[in-house]
């Protein structure tokens, strides 16, 4: 989460001209960008093994769920106002609903999410090499917006966050995978206390899809607040 603030506070002062940086194609911000989704989603799979592990009920996934959902149409409308051309149709939220969904539907499989993941984290990489070959008629059908939702694209769309199910419900596998396999050692990992310095994480962990969908608007509010007080800088 605190890493997922700063990297979204330089891309505002990006957005807002108080520097020049390349968020779409420079390897340094590319690759945080990548490492921040990918720990939300082990993260997220870790919860999953742990709710499996403690037969949660139905019901409260669904609440929980519904959630996700709802934030991920704000996310959706918000992005519309702000980036019309680029807003965000499939990000991390609407990707999570619906990995989570599967990962629910798959806590039984076991040893065999390793797989399951491997598979799913190599399959955009086997589907380009399909549509460069044999399926090359269905290239121009899976890069469009009703079907590149699953990531099996040879071109990444034009959106602000693109969290596709391939691969990234790969990374929630293994997250789950991981999570089931400590469980079977004992829950020791996940019921430790943690360093007194780590405290104020603990309401970030808790509260983390408010923070998320907090976190932008109150910063893109402030640099807006202040290039209105201080039209020079920027």
């Known amino acids: 989460m605190v890493w997922m603030t700063v990297f979204h506070f330089c891309f505002d002062l ?3 001209g108080y520097w020049s940086q390349d968020f779409r194609a ?20 870790l919860g999953q093994a742990v709710a499996w592990h403690r037969g949660l009920a139905w019901p409260r996934f669904w609440r929980r769920w519904g959630q996700i959902v709802g934030c991920a149409l704000l996310v959706t409308a918000g992005s519309y106002l702000m980036f019309p051309r ?9 990707g999570m609903a619906l990995m989570l969904l599967v990962a629910r539907l798959t806590g039984g499989w076991g040893r065999w999410l390793w797989l ?57 596998w293994w997250g789950m ?24 994480l ?7 899809l408010s923070y998320y969908m907090l976190h932008q608007p109150v ?4 640099l807006m607040l202040l290039g209105w007080l201080t039209p020079s800088v920027a």
């Open 14 to 16: 990006s957005h807002f």
């Open 26 to 45: 420079d390897p340094f911000w590319t690759v945080q960008r990548t490492s921040i989704v990918s720990l939300f989603l082990l993260c997220a799979g």
């Open 86 to 94: 680029s807003f965000i149709y499939f990000g991390v939220l609407h």
């Open 116 to 172: 399951a993941g491997l598979l799913a984290i190599a399959s955009p990489w086997l589907a380009a090499l399909a549509f460069e070959g044999p399926l090359a008629a269905l290239a121009a059908e899976f890069n469009g917006r009703a079907l590149n939702w699953i990531g099996w694209v040879t071109q990444k769309p034009f959106t602000e966050d693109y969290v596709p199910l391939f691969p990234w419900l790969g990374v929630m």
């Open 177 to 200: 995978a991981f999570g089931q396999w400590l469980l079977a050692r004992g829950e020791y990992w996940f019921s430790r206390p943690l360093p007194r310095g780590a405290a104020p």
């Open 202 to 208: 603990v309401a970030l962990g808790r509260y983390s």
């Open 219 to 222: 910063m893109m509010g402030a």
